[in-house]
């Protein structure tokens, strides 16, 4: 049984930094592919970052480049999103979710066969 754990939200001004982590268990994560979610309230959950566990390739939503670096620690079965120069748009739960077939490429959501419970991530003016 896959679980995935996020942590590290919470309430930062604008131009500030958070870092979110994702506690990964339940399976060996070599051949899986690892992604970033958020959702903000109306608005269709969307892509933000993506990893390759094996060869660490990385995507990214375009919005969050040179922004937002996605990376993960194999040995502690642990992702970690780092979120620079914040805006208010970046406001949104931020979900953990798991690709077992490794693929960084798809950005829909309904690719993804695991989430976590997701953390929320807020950026004030």
């Known amino acids: 049984q896959v679980q995935l754990v996020e942590s590290g939200g919470g309430l930062v001004q604008a131009g500030g930094s958070l870092r979110l982590s994702c506690a990964a268990s339940g399976r060996t994560f070599s051949r899986y592919a690892m992604g970033w979610f958020r959702q903000a309230p109306g608005k269709e959950r969307e892509l933000v970052a993506a990893?390759?566990?094996?060869?660490?390739?990385?995507n990214y939503a375009q919005s969050v480049k040179g922004r937002f670096t996605i990376s993960r620690d194999s040995a502690k079965n642990t992702m970690y999103l780092q979120m620079d120069s914040l805006k208010v748009e970046d406001t949104a739960v931020y979900y953990c979710a798991a690709d077992p077939l490794g693929r960084v490429g798809p950005t829909r959501w309904v690719e993804y066969s695991y989430w976590g419970q997701g953390t929320q991530v807020t950026v004030s003016s």
């Open positions: 990893i390759s566990w094996s060869t660490s390739r990385t």
